[in-house]
């Protein structure tokens, strides 16, 4: 098996002459490849953006940070194969900014065996909020809150006649339970709701139900290339419907694959305006970005970089050795951790993070926009 260690930084030459060693490894089994490569690439560069200022700094008490990140080609099975390999032979401290719903929940048995924390997962299941799971600390809002949004602004606009489709597995059902109680609240029902497999999907015949449901808009739950190829079908079809996804897609490489199909195309966020600088956290993220000359930064660099701040409070509390259950205690205590305008809380009973939701669309410039 193939893992590729990346060093968060150009280690300083005197933190070298001082006999620090990596001690302090981070474990990431995610979608390098697939139908999430292009959000899960963001979420990492989000994330080394933020541990390559920390380590340049000196690290987190003297020790630099290394995240050794994994392809497990998004299929649950491979996650639970490497994220093993990540704990046994690379011992690290924690796993972290792993994607995917059922992948996440794959996971589970495994923090419990090894007493290993998973701090950030990149997903927002309702199953890793209640009830609390002692090993896993969330940072971003449930995909259940996005839904409700977006639901909300649809009926707000006058949008009544709403198809769901969603992804046949443990994303997809907690998506749609989700826009159940924005229904629920709105005295509505869908005029579609249908499943479709996660990786041999019909788009042709999604789409003709679309359209015979005359529905003026469709919550398509799915990974980033799922939901393009499907609103491209929609198009194809002749469907004009306001296209709604969730933050799972919120990547530039999503507005990439959508192409020609990408303007108006909402998607729900769970941070703030990635150019609100009023907001320190994204002061700081873009000033970073800046200086190692990159053009911005994008929702999903948003989840990772705020994601890596939580990972490093936690290390720089779990004292100079830490141990992963150490850093799960360290996790815990952490109460109005503030980000840069958004604040962190945890406690034995909660372990859900920020709760955070709002829409962008993309505008003509192929931009999120809000």
Not at 60 to 65: D, I
Request: glycine share 10%.
């Amino acid at each position: 098996m193939k893992i590729t260690h990346t060093l968060c930084a150009v280690l300083l030459g005197s933190l070298l002459a001082a006999g620090a060693h990596a001690q302090l490894r981070i474990g990431q089994p995610s979608g390098f490849t697939g139908s999430v490569a292009a959000g899960v690439k963001e979420n990492t560069e989000g994330a080394k953006l933020y541990l390559d200022a920390v380590n340049q700094r000196g690290g987190v008490h003297g020790q630099p940070v290394e995240l050794i990140s994994v392809d497990d080609k998004f299929d649950p099975a491979k996650t639970v194969e490497v994220a093993r390999e990540l704990i046994t032979q690379q011992h690290v401290l924690a796993l972290f900014l792993n994607r995917g719903t059922p992948h996440a929940q794959a996971l589970l048995p495994l923090l419990a065996q090894y007493h290993v924390p998973l701090v950030a997962p990149s997903t927002g299941a309702m199953a890793l909020h209640e009830p609390v799971q002692p090993w896993v600390f969330n940072v971003r809002a449930t995909y259940q809150r996005e839904a409700i949004k977006a639901i909300g602004h649809l009926v707000s606009v006058g949008i009544t006649r709403i198809a769901v489709l969603q992804t046949d597995d443990s994303f997809g059902a907690d998506g749609a339970a989700g826009a159940d109680k924005g229904f629920a609240a709105a005295s509505l029902k869908p005029v579609l709701l249908q499943k479709f497999p996660r990786d041999k999907a019909d788009f042709a015949a999604l789409a003709a139900q679309v359209v015979h449901s005359e529905a003026q808009a469709v919550l398509y739950l799915g990974s980033s290339g799922t939901v393009a190829s499907g609103v491209k079908a929609l198009r194809a079809a002749g469907s004009s419907a306001q296209v709604v996804t969730l933050s799972n897609n919120a990547s530039e490489g999503f507005i990439k694959l959508l192409g020609e199909n990408a303007r108006g195309v909402i998607v729900t966020q769970v941070f703030p305006n990635e150019r609100a600088m009023t907001y320190r956290l994204i002061k700081e993220a873009q000033e970073l970005a800046k200086a190692k000359g990159l053009p911005g930064i994008s929702p999903a660099m948003m989840e990772g970089f705020a994601a890596a701040k939580v990972l490093v409070e936690g290390l720089r509390r779990a004292g100079p050795k830490p141990t992963p259950a150490g850093l799960r205690d360290a996790l815990e205590s952490l109460q109005k951790f503030d980000l840069g305008g958004l604040e962190v809380s945890y406690s034995p009973e909660d372990h859900t993070g920020l709760d955070f939701a709002d829409l962008s669309i993309i505008g003509i410039d192929g931009k999120f926009r809000r």
